[in-house]
């Protein structure tokens, strides 16, 4: 961002995204801007200091498997604001001034500032008498009105309070005033000086059925309270000449995203510009991977990930790799320092493209569950290596204290000692996390990268014994479908062009076991809440099955990477973590009330859970892959009359 406004990398992703509005101490309001401007920012980087000021290598990076799924070439690390190193000083993530509406805290004065205004301090002239050293500070107000569409715009307050468009003749400028009473929108007024003045009393009222919204506030603007508009679905307010519908802006864009924009009208939903609904990041990562098989030099290995797999497949397409291939490898610091040979390197590099190539034919399935397959099954082997940035140790039960416990359910588990992740923020969405935007909306331009972090941690996998599951499913899978049907008749509300999730009842339990064993660790372990993740292996198709959770922590710090968790994992440690958990799952603090409420009509959003709340079974959304839908208890445990029906028992 810039020296006194900085936000630490991995928040560039979530929750502080591409087209989300950070709030900064000052009262300064900024959104932060699209992907064309992040490369202007380089360039006006090389252009202010020189070329050679800058080094983009230092700045990308490459994670093959998530480049194939997310189409783009490379990675680009948001970059951190300093002053002091060899390269890439001075760089700053670009950011606009959002909301323009700002109100002087000492006359109510109001003002509009455009976009570029976003590192200046705005203050007021209207009450200012000229000679003061000082003038009144104006900040940006509380409110902003969004689409599910994923635009955004400022509230048209000058539409609002003259319930119309706004007059072209003399001044009419507006003030900001708030009165007594319980400090509801209806305590907040606005005044014109041309003597109108309104109340925001029901600025944020919208009617809809389902998520398709008919009828809102703004839309009504130029209505008389006595006239009687009755909208519903099928007769939606969707056409009233002085309504304020959506303008389709990205000010995320800068100006273009604003002077561009065409118009989408959908209706618009007042928001509170700090509320959570104005925007959920969406994040894709992956675990890393080494290419190539625990034998191949580590030498190679580097090389592998520095150059990415891809590339090194077009240099030898080329010619064959008889001379484009082994020109750039000679050119590498690995040969150049001596500590592999040319040519070693280069038998190294063929042989992985070679297995690469044949590894590559053995599956066709969706990238996206492809990518967890290759995680699930390279978990499942382990991989004993100290020289890698994976490293995760096969345990089976023999000599593990509650070995008969273990043995019933689970098929093993893997102590992963280290692990890199990588976190790609490709897209968001307003109002609804379903809303989801392309990729394209990041950029004015075609984008062929997109911003992302790595971290590392460690973790424990738990892979449960398919046969287990499937006697489970046959025999008590019908007690828990409710949920699941619930869950796809919420989407398909939500998201009608969707396919359906092929999801199962053992999913809704081995999602629940994920959060309780968070849980605990938390309480065991000491740590944050938040500081703890939840990666879930889910496939019922036979040729993709999977069965399996991932527990781990990689806050990109030094939390968590003591050996805190693995040593829970341990002989003497996790069949105690995994009954204890169990326990606690069976009476809730909110007992019986959410036992009685999961076993009926369900909670939560769309009541897509059973007996789940947050005494129990929920956690916070940064360790959720599911946004805390699809729990229940009672597939664990069972019910209070019926404890027969829970898969541990």
Not at 288 to 309: A, C, D, F, Q, R
Not at 331 to 353: H, M, P, Y
Request: a negative charge.
């Amino acid at each position: 961002m810039s020296k006194h406004n900085n936000l630490r990398s991995s928040q560039l992703l979530s929750p502080f995204g591409i087209g989300q509005i950070v709030n900064f101490p000052g009262e300064l309001s900024v959104m932060v801007c699209g992907l064309n401007l992040w490369d202007n920012s380089i360039a006006l980087g090389k252009t202010n200091r020189g070329a050679s000021s800058i080094n983009e290598n230092e700045l990308r990076f490459n994670e093959t498997r998530l480049q194939k799924v997310l189409d783009v070439n490379y990675f680009v690390k948001p970059f951190e604001f300093k002053t002091t190193g060899a390269k890439n000083n001075w760089l700053s993530i670009p950011a606009v001034r959002f909301p323009g509406w700002h109100y002087c805290t000492s006359c109510g004065r109001m003002r509009e500032e455009p976009l570029q205004k976003a590192n200046t301090k705005i203050e007021c002239t209207a009450c200012w008498d000229g000679e003061s050293k000082f003038k009144s500070k104006m900040i940006p107000v509380r409110f902003v009105a969004a689409c599910p569409s994923g635009h955004i715009q400022d509230v048209p307050f000058k539409e609002w309070v003259h319930n119309g468009q706004a007059p072209s003749d003399g001044e009419h400028e507006l003030s900001y005033h708030t009165g007594g009473g319980s400090g509801d929108l209806g305590s907040i007024y606005l005044k014109c000086t041309c003597g109108e003045r309104k109340s925001l009393a029901g600025l944020m009222n919208i009617r809809k059925e389902g998520e398709d919204v008919f009828d809102s506030a703004l839309a009504r603007i130029g209505f008389n309270k006595e006239d009687d508009h009755k909208f519903d679905k099928d007769q939606p307010n969707n056409s009233n000449p002085l309504g304020q519908y959506c303008k389709g802006h990205r000010p995320w864009l800068g100006l273009e995203g604003i002077k561009d924009s065409a118009g989408c009208e959908n209706h618009l939903q007042v928001l509170v510009r700090g509320a959570s609904n104005v925007h959920f990041s969406e994040i894709q990562s992956a675990i890393y991977l080494p290419e190539g098989s625990l034998e191949t030099n580590e030498y190679v290995l580097k090389v592998i990930e520095e150059i990415g797999i891809d590339n090194l497949k077009t240099y030898y397409g080329i010619d064959k790799g008889s001379v484009t291939l082994p020109a750039i490898l000679a050119t590498n610091q690995s040969v150049l320092r001596g500590f592999i040979s040319k040519d070693e390197l280069l038998a190294g590099v063929l042989d992985e493209l070679l297995n690469c190539e044949t590894e590559e034919e053995d599956l066709e399935i969706p990238s996206e569950l492809k990518l967890r397959f290759e995680e699930y099954e390279y978990m499942l082997k382990g991989r004993d290596s100290e020289n890698s940035d994976f490293k995760a140790i096969v345990k089976s039960f023999n000599d593990y204290t509650e070995k008969d416990f273990l043995e019933k359910f689970f098929e093993k588990v893997v102590l992963v000692e280290r692990l890199k992740e990588t976190r790609v923020f490709k897209g968001f969405s307003r109002i609804n996390p379903n809303n989801k935007i392309k990729k394209e909306e990041l950029s004015n331009e075609p984008v062929t990268w997109l911003p992302a972090v790595e971290v590392y941690g460690e973790g424990i996998f738990l892979k449960f014994k398919d046969d287990v599951v499937d006697k489970w499913i046959e025999k008590y899978g019908t007690d828990f479908k409710g949920i699941v049907k619930r869950y796809h008749s919420a989407i398909l509300k939500r998201r009608p062009q969707d396919e359906p999730r092929a999801i199962n009842p053992f999913f809704v339990a081995m999602h629940t076991f994920a959060h309780l064993l968070i849980k605990r660790l938390c309480f065991d372990c000491g740590y944050g809440s938040s500081s703890l993740r939840e990666r879930l292996y889910f496939s019922a198709d036979p040729q993709t099955r999977m069965n399996g959770i991932l527990i781990y922590t990689s806050s990109g710090d030094s939390e968590g990477s003591l050996g805190g968790l693995v040593r829970q994992g341990k002989s003497k440690n996790l069949g105690r973590l995994v009954k204890n958990a169990l326990e606690e799952a069976r009476w809730c603090s909110a007992d019986p009330v959410c036992s009685d409420i999961g076993d009926s009509s369900g909670q939560g959003p769309d009541n897509v859970n059973g007996s789940a709340c947050h005494n129990c079974a929920i956690v916070p959304e940064t360790s959720c892959e599911e946004f805390n839908m699809l729990l229940d208890r009672t597939t664990l445990i069972g019910t209070l009359t019926n404890s027969g029906i829970g898969f541990f028992i």
